[in-house]
Structures are given as structure tokens and as C-alpha cells.
């Protein structure tokens, strides 16, 4: 038996992951706001021929996270694979940055990221094996200008998945994150609009001037790639890599 769970897993890169662990095989529950939530979770669990399952848990409420972890352990039996993927975003000048803004994207990016691993941590404890992959950033392990609370987030998550690493390493838990460039989704697309605002440029500009003007590679990455080297990370074959935060961007940390 092998049971995921995806934060974010409704759109964007969560749902290209869930897509292709339901591809091979999995059985998943998946998270996000998206009102035809549900609806996306029976497609999946249609095309597949696995068991999908949707939570709206708001991931800035602790108890609604705790709640999501039992529904999957009630409903898939048990919990093999934790991927923290949700995140949210927002680009400003420090001394604009709205302060409501840095305590919900502190909140999605990294706490909950804390709150997950800790209710799934019982169950993978008890049977001996677990894998939790954290969907970090480039910005987890570089900053960029405007950008001040998701970096401090993403960076947060670099720190925690060490943490988690090390704790688990004694119980058959790896812990390890993923920290890719720009990949093309709706955060992205906003991103795109808001830089441009902040720049002052247009949105062309902005995606050869600013956001693949790091990367060596100059392309947005592609979810099946980066959904890719997760199913790798969930594998046996993974069993003693650990603690890692792997860039999937391009070259753009080589610099």
C-alpha cells in the first residue's frame, strides 16, 4: 500500500505531483482551497483507477491540519509519503510589505509545514518508514529584492527539514526538500504581474530580465520533472539521502 499526502495538491505543482503518484499508483489525499476540489480528486481518482480524496483544510489553522493528517489515516489506512507543497506569495518593498501578508505567508510556507510533519510523525514513527519532501524554492537557499517573507519562509523550511532529518533518521523517516526555479503555474503567473508592477517593466521583460536571468538554463522547469524527482525521493531507493535540500533550477544556485 502505498498513501500520499499533498498539501496544495489541487493546482499547480501539487496537482502535476499528484497526477503522476496516482500515475504510479498511489493513493492520495489532497489539499487546497479550490471549491471543485472534490471534483478534481474523483477525476484523479478516476483516470488512475486509485483512491483520491480532497481536505479544505485552511493550513493557517493547526487544528484544521491535524484534522486533514487523521482524515487520511482514517480513510487510506496510513501515511507513507508527506509532501509539503502549499505556498503563497507576495512581492513588495519592505517598507510596504503589509504585515497581514508576512504573517499568512509565514503561516502557509513554513508553519504549516511544521504542523503536518509533526501529526503524520506518529503514524510513520510506528511503521518504520516515512518520507517527507518539502516543495521549498530556489529562494530557500538564495534571496532576491521584494521578496523579504517568502524567502525568510522558504529558508525556514531548509533549517526544519534538516531538523526533521536527523529526528527521523533512528525510525525509517527521510526528510528532504526540493527547491526549484520558476516553474509556469498561477503563482508564477502572478508573480510575473506583480514584478512587473515593482519593476516598472513589462512582463516579457521581466521573465528574461529578472526571472530566468539567474538560471544558466533558460526555461521555467517542468512539473513532471520536478514530480519526477519526488517519486524518487518517496522510493526505498531514497532510504539513505536524507536532510537535503536538492536545486532544480536551471544552474541558477551554481552562481
Not at 503536518?116 to 517527507?132: D, E, L, P, T, Y
Not at 514584478?195 to 512539473?223: D, G, P, R, T, Y
Request: aromatic share 8%.
Amino acid at each position: 500500500m502505498k498513501n500520499a499526502v499533498i498539501t496544495g495538491g489541487s493546482s499547480g505543482i501539487g496537482l502535476g505531483i499528484a497526477k503522476y503518484f496516482a500515475q504510479h499508483g498511489y493513493n492520495l489525499l489532497i489539499n487546497g482551497l479550490e471549491k471543485n476540489g472534490q471534483e478534481i480528486a474523483s477525476s484523479i481518482a478516476e483516470t488512475y483507477g486509485v483512491t483520491c480524496i480532497f481536505s479544505p483544510a485552511n493550513l493557517l489553522i493547526p487544528e484544521e491540519i491535524y484534522q486533514m493528517i487523521a482524515l487520511a489515516e482514517e480513510q487510506l489506512g496510513s501515511i507513507q509519503v508527506l509532501i509539503n507543497n502549499a505556498g503563497i506569495q507576495f512581492v513588495s518593498p519592505i517598507e510596504e510589505f503589509p504585515d497581514a501578508k508576512w504573517e499568512a505567508i509565514l503561516g502557509v510556507n513554513l508553519s504549516s509545514v511544521f504542523y503536518a510533519s509533526k501529526a503524520a510523525w506518529k503514524g510513520m514513527k510506528a511503521q518504520g518508514f516515512g518520507r517527507i519532501i518539502n516543495i521549498t524554492s530556489a529562494h530557500g537557499l538564495r534571496a532576491s529584492e521584494f521578496k523579504s517573507a517568502y524567502v525568510a519562509a522558504k529558508h525556514g523550511v531548509t533549517g526544519l527539514t534538516k531538523v526533521l532529518a536527523l529526528e527521523g533518521a533512528p525510525f525509517g523517516i527521510t526528510c528532504n526538500a526540493i527547491c526549484p526555479g520558476y516553474v509556469r503555474t498561477p503563482l508564477v503567473e502572478g508573480q510575473i504581474a506583480d514584478q512587473a508592477k515593482a519593476h516598472n517593466m513589462s512582463e516579457e521583460e521581466i521573465i528574461e530580465k529578472v526571472m530566468l536571468k539567474k538560471q544558466a538554463i533558460k526555461s521555467f522547469i517542468a512539473i513532471e520533472d520536478l514530480a519526477a524527482l519526488a517519486l524518487f525521493l518517496a522510493s526505498e531507493n531514497s532510504s539513505t539521502m536524507t536532510g537535503v535540500s536538492l536545486p532544480m533550477e536551471g544552474g541558477w544556485t551554481s552562481q
